[in-house]
C-alpha cells in the first residue's frame, strides 16, 4: 500500500503564475480525476507527480519520502505511468511491450521468466488485446495501441498509476471496460491518478476530483463535491446543461 | 532466443577458415587443418598464422566494433539512420590520420593520431551538445552532422594541398582498408570488453527505445545511461577506425539487417550485431584482397557492394 503526497507543491508552467499550491494524499481504494481545459497543466501536472518534471516549488512525496531522495528503479517499481504520447521509433510486438513493465523488477542479467510472461498474458487478456500478442505496434489502430500501454502498466503492477487520458482513442465499450478496470484496481488497493475530458466518466467512476483551471487557482475533494454545474461551467468557459438519468447526473454542453 | 547466436557464430566461423584459406595462394581444407593443429608446411604457417590470421581477426574485430557501435548509435538516437559515424567521428579521425601522413609519419603513429582526432571529435561534440544544458537526440545529431561538415572541409582542403605521391595512401584510409592493421588484439580485446559491458545494459537501452520519459518512468536514470552509451560507441568506433580507417556501411545496415530478421531486443541484436559485423567484414576483405590478387581493393568499396543487394534482399522480404 502506497501514498501518493504532495506539499505545497506548485508545478512549473513557464510564465504563469504560481495560483494555488496543492497539498493533494493520493491512498490506496482513490480514484482520482483530473478536470482542466487544453493547457490547464494536466499532462505537466502528472509529469510532476511522477517525478519527470522539477517543480517550480514545493515537494511530491511517496510514502512520506521526497521523490528527489529515490532512486529511479524505486520510484519504478511502486509508481507507474501510462503516457499520452508514445514513440516508436523502432518495431515491437505487443508481447515485448507488455514485457517492458517488468524492467524495474528485473536484475541487470536476468532475463523474462514464465511468471513475468504470465502477468503480461493475463493483462493483455484483461484488456482485450491478448490475441494481437505477436502482432507489431504499429500495424495497430489507437485505441488498440492505448490498451497496449494501459497492459504495460499493468504488468508493470505498480501500488499507484497515472494515467494521463487513459480513454483516448477508445470505443464506448472499451471506456467503460479501462474505467472500470481501474476501479477494481483501486478497490485492490492501488491509488488511480487519471487526466480525463469526459465529465460524465469522471462522476460515473472517480471518487475524487481535481479541478485545474488555466490561471493555476485549482480546487480537489470528493467528487459529490466538486462536480457542480457553476464549477465545470467556469472550468470549461461552456455554458452545461444537467440531466438526471437513473439517480445521476449527466453533464451536456449546452450550444 | 539463442538459437540466431549460435548460427550467427558458425557463420563466423566458417567465414574465418575461408578467409585463411583464400588469397593469392589458396590453401586446401586438409592443408588449413594440418596447420591449426601445428603441423603443417613452414610455408603455410607463415601464411597463416604469420599474416592471413593477424588479418582476418582485425577484419572481424572492426566489424564487430563498427556493428555494436552503429546498433548503440541508433537506440541513443532513437534513429535507425544513425551510424557510428553519424556525430562526426569518423570525420576527426580522418584529419587526425591525414595530418600524421602529411608529416610522413609512421603507421603507429597514423593509428594513434586518428584515435586522438576520434576522440577529440567525440569530446568537441559533447561538449558543444552538453554546454547548452538541455539536450534531445535531434539536437546531439545536429551538433554531429554539422561538426562532421567541418571536419569534412578540413578534410577535402588537405587533400587539395598534400603532394600527389601521398594521395593514394590517403585515399585508401578514407575508404577503410584492413591492411593498415598491425595487431588484431586491441580491437578484440575492446571487442569482448563491449559485449561484457553492455549486455547489463541491454534491457535498458531496450526501455530507451521507447523514449526518455517511458524509460524514466521504467526506472532507468536516462541521461547517465545516454552519455554512457554515446562515449562508449565512440571509443568503439574510434578502435575501429584507428584499426582499418573509416570503413562506411558496417555500422549502419548490419544492425538494421538483424532488427528486420530478430527484432528489437537489444540482448539479443549486440552480439549478434558483433557476429555479423564481424563476418561481413571479414567475406568483404577476403573478397578485396583475391579478386584482383596480387592488387587489393579497399575494403569498404566491398563492404557496400555485398551489403546493399543483402540489404534491399531482407527489407523486401520483411514483415
Request: some cysteine; proline content about 5%; glycine content about 10%.
Amino acid at each position: 500500500m502506497s501514498v501518493l503526497g504532495t506539499r505545497e507543491l506548485i508545478i512549473n508552467i513557464p510564465g504563469r503564475p504560481d495560483g494555488s499550491a496543492l497539498d493533494l494524499s493520493i491512498e490506496p481504494g482513490q480514484v482520482w480525476g483530473v478536470l482542466g481545459p487544453n493547457g490547464a497543466g494536466k499532462t505537466t501536472l502528472i509529469h510532476t507527480l511522477a517525478g519527470l518534471l522539477p517543480a517550480r516549488a514545493g515537494q511530491v512525496m511517496l510514502n512520506g519520502t521526497s521523490l528527489k531522495e529515490l532512486k529511479r528503479r524505486e520510484i519504478a517499481r511502486q509508481l507507474g505511468l501510462v503516457f499520452q504520447e508514445r514513440q516508436d521509433s523502432f518495431p515491437a510486438t505487443v508481447m515485448e511491450t507488455a514485457l517492458i513493465g517488468r524492467h524495474p523488477w528485473l536484475s541487470p542479467w536476468e532475463h523474462e521468466q514464465g511468471e513475468d510472461q504470465a502477468r503480461a498474458n493475463q493483462a493483455l487478456a484483461a484488456l482485450d488485446v491478448a490475441q494481437l500478442s505477436e502482432r507489431l505496434l504499429n500495424t495497430l489502430s489507437g485505441g488498440e495501441r492505448q490498451r497496449v500501454a494501459i497492459a504495460t502498466l499493468m504488468t508493470q503492477n505498480p501500488e499507484i498509476w497515472l494515467l494521463d487520458e487513459p480513454t483516448n482513442h477508445l470505443d464506448l465499450h472499451h471506456q467503460v471496460k479501462v474505467m472500470s478496470l481501474l476501479r477494481d484496481q483501486a478497490s485492490a488497493g492501488k491509488a488511480v491518478f487519471l487526466c480525463v475530458h469526459d465529465l460524465n466518466l469522471a462522476a460515473r467512476w472517480c471518487s475524487h476530483v481535481l479541478l485545474l483551471y488555466t490561471s493555476g487557482d485549482a480546487c480537489w475533494g470528493p467528487v459529490e463535491n466538486m462536480l457542480v454545474p457553476d464549477a465545470l461551467e467556469k472550468l470549461y468557459n461552456q455554458r452545461l446543461t444537467t440531466v438526471e438519468v437513473d439517480g445521476s447526473l449527466l453533464f451536456v454542453p449546452t450550444v | 532466443m539463442i538459437r540466431p547466436l549460435f548460427s550467427l557464430g558458425g557463420l563466423a566461423v566458417a567465414s574465418v577458415l575461408l578467409a585463411l584459406s583464400l588469397g593469392s595462394v589458396n590453401v586446401g581444407a586438409p592443408d588449413l587443418w594440418q596447420v591449426i593443429q601445428g603441423q603443417g608446411s613452414a610455408l603455410n604457417s607463415t601464411l597463416i598464422l604469420d599474416l592471413r590470421l593477424p588479418r582476418t581477426l582485425a577484419a572481424f574485430a572492426t566489424g564487430g566494433l563498427l556493428a555494436v557501435a552503429g546498433a548503440l548509435m541508433q537506440v541513443l538516437l532513437r534513429n535507425p539512420l544513425a551510424d557510428p559515424y553519424v556525430l562526426g567521428l569518423s570525420g576527426g579521425a580522418a584529419v587526425g590520420a591525414l595530418l600524421a601522413m602529411l608529416a610522413g609519419l609512421g603507421t603507429l603513429l597514423v593509428s594513434g593520431s586518428a584515435f586522438a582526432g576520434a576522440m577529440l571529435a567525440t569530446m568537441l561534440v559533447f561538449g558543444i551538445a552538453h554546454g547548452t544544458g538541455s539536450w534531445t537526440p535531434s539536437r546531439l545529431l545536429l551538433t554531429g552532422v554539422v561538426v562532421a561538415a567541418g571536419w569534412g572541409a578540413v578534410i577535402t582542403l588537405m587533400l587539395a594541398i598534400t603532394p600527389s605521391y601521398k594521395l593514394p595512401g590517403m585515399l585508401y584510409w578514407l575508404m577503410g582498408d584492413v591492411s593498415y592493421a598491425r595487431t588484431p588484439w586491441p580491437a578484440m580485446a575492446v571487442l569482448v570488453l563491449a559485449l561484457l559491458l553492455t549486455m547489463p545494459v541491454a534491457r535498458n537501452l531496450n526501455v530507451l527505445a521507447r523514449g526518455p520519459l517511458q524509460a524514466a518512468a521504467l526506472g532507468v536514470s536516462v541521461r547517465p545511461l545516454e552519455w554512457t552509451i554515446y562515449l562508449f560507441a565512440s571509443l568503439l568506433t574510434a578502435t575501429a577506425v584507428t584499426t582499418a580507417g573509416s570503413i562506411g556501411f558496417v555500422g549502419l545496415i548490419v544492425p538494421h539487417m538483424l532488427r528486420l530478421v530478430l527484432g528489437n531486443d537489444q540482448r539479443i541484436i549486440l552480439p549478434a550485431s558483433a557476429l555479423a559485423g564481424g563476418t561481413l567484414l571479414v567475406l568483404a576483405d577476403t573478397l578485396a584482397r583475391t579478386v584482383i590478387a596480387p592488387e587489393q581493393l579497399p575494403v569498404g568499396v566491398i563492404t557496400a557492394l555485398l551489403g546493399v543487394p543483402m540489404f534491399l534482399y531482407l527489407l523486401h522480404r520483411s514483415r
